[in-house]
């Protein structure tokens, strides 16, 4: 039997997934990590710092209740409000489901979609029960995105990812 599937295309479609893919989930890591920070740095004392992170914030609490706690905050000025931008928590709600998505998706190797794979585009495919079976479109370009279809763009999601690093370290300087 005759394989259907250009091979050079497959690893050119993984590379350009782990790449991508990639950047986003470790980003993503440092985005929470500085939301750690930061909710150390408010409600733990100097001396319990390391064992208030250590065993509560980083295995324990999610990303969604850690966004969660930082907005109640920065809503109830307990953290002054131009220590962030405007859209910081907007910002944060986006990277997180594009997290998500891209933590629970597989490659998406349709034979049409190997054998005609141009660089322009990463899709992936759902495993998760939600979205079963759905494709996520990650365009490599600076393209409008439609984020009810699930398709992205990877230098939008850069740029937020730096803007909020951005952000946050400047709440986590101003400590």
Not at 19 to 32: D, F, N, P, Q, S
Not at 37 to 60: H, N, P, Q, T
Not at 136 to 144: A, P, T
């Amino acid at each position: 039997m005759e394989n259907p599937y250009n091979e050079e295309n497959i690893i050119l479609i993984r590379e350009d997934s782990e790449k991508i893919r990639g950047r986003i989930l470790e980003t993503a890591v440092t985005v929470e990590f500085l939301i750690s920070k930061i909710l150390v740095e408010y409600f733990a004392e100097e001396s319990k710092k390391g064992d208030f992170f250590r065993y509560i914030v980083s295995d324990k609490i999610t990303f969604d209740t850690k966004k969660n706690i930082l907005a109640s905050l920065k809503k109830e000025g307990k953290i002054p409000a131009d220590t962030f931008y405007k859209e910081l928590i907007q910002d944060l709600e986006y990277i997180q489901i594009i997290r998500n998505l891209v933590a629970h998706t597989i490659l998406y190797l349709d034979p049409n979609y190997v054998n005609s794979y141009s660089r322009e585009k990463t899709t992936l495919s759902f495993t998760g029960t939600k979205n079963y079976g759905q494709q996520i479109i990650i365009y490599h370009e600076d393209v409008e995105e439609d984020l009810k279809k699930l398709i992205y763009s990877f230098p939008k999601i850069i740029n937020t990812i730096n803007r909020i690093i951005t952000g946050l370290e400047n709440c986590v300087a101003e400590k």
